[in-house]
């Protein structure tokens, strides 16, 4: 029963590289999204979509970009790396209503040197 | 304002004991609320959904004041295993259709 996964659990960037961090659900959920979670602090909205072909901005989109082309993959795509992109990053899936539980992956740690 | 405020803590109890959290939150529209748990460096889990006439699971009871925009969470009874960070979720459900959490609130149970 994997539910959200996601990919790696654990990188390294240097200043200026770019990576894709993967996020797939096998729950058939419309609603995904991406939040980060900076030390002690709660998630920030970075992107969400509600179905296959529909993304929007969540409060910290910047310098972030996602695309939804199959209901299960969710891809966060990081351009030019910074450090303050140095988080921990969830992905996370719900059913239509959006209104229900959320689902999240196990997250993906992710520092910028 | 932040959209959902939450005092982050930590709060020390002792095992056995009775703790309560508040959590505000600033638009009128919000629909759907939650409380998840989250434990150190693992991912959010839903605790429970809170109903506008209150409910209760096991050891757990939430509420909600519209009124005042604020919910709670009463925890009885704690034991070691509550030590966590508790996070309020509300979902306007309108326009910008995710869920807003809160920044969480420490619980630390001592033996």
């Known amino acids: 029963n994997a539910g959200v996964t996601q990919t790696p659990k654990f990188r390294i960037l240097k200043i200026g590289q770019s990576m894709t961090l993967q996020c797939a659900q096998d729950m058939n959920h419309n609603y995904m999204y991406w939040y980060r979670q900076d030390p002690g602090m709660g998630l920030k909205l970075i992107y969400y979509?509600?179905?296959?072909?529909?993304?929007d901005k969540g409060e910290v989109p910047n310098g972030y970009n996602v695309s939804r082309s199959t209901t299960e993959d969710f891809p966060l795509r990081l351009e030019l790396a910074a450090p303050s992109q140095t988080s921990v990053y969830f992905c996370?899936?719900?059913?239509?209503?959006?209104?229900?539980?959320?689902?999240f992956g196990q997250g993906t740690r992710l520092t910028v040197v | 304002r932040k959209e959902v405020e939450q005092d982050p803590g930590p709060f020390n109890v002792p095992e056995g004991a009775t703790v309560a959290f508040n959590c505000t939150y600033s638009?009128?529209?919000?629909?759907?609320f939650f409380w998840y748990r989250q434990d150190c460096r693992k991912e959010p889990k839903l605790l429970m959904s809170v109903y506008s006439s209150g409910n209760e699971d096991g050891r757990f009871t939430a509420q909600l004041n519209r009124a005042s925009q604020y919910i709670s969470l009463l925890i009885r009874d704690s034991k070691l295993s509550d030590s966590a960070t508790y996070l309020c979720?509300?979902?306007?459900?309108?326009?910008?259709?995710?869920?807003?959490f809160g920044s969480g609130t420490r619980l630390q149970v001592q033996p």
């Open positions: 979509s509600v179905g296959a072909g529909i993304t």
């Open positions: 979720v509300v979902n306007v459900n309108t326009g910008r259709r995710a869920l807003t």
């Open positions: 638009n009128s529209a919000s629909q759907s």
């Open positions: 996370a899936s719900s059913g239509r209503q959006g209104n229900t539980e959320a689902f």
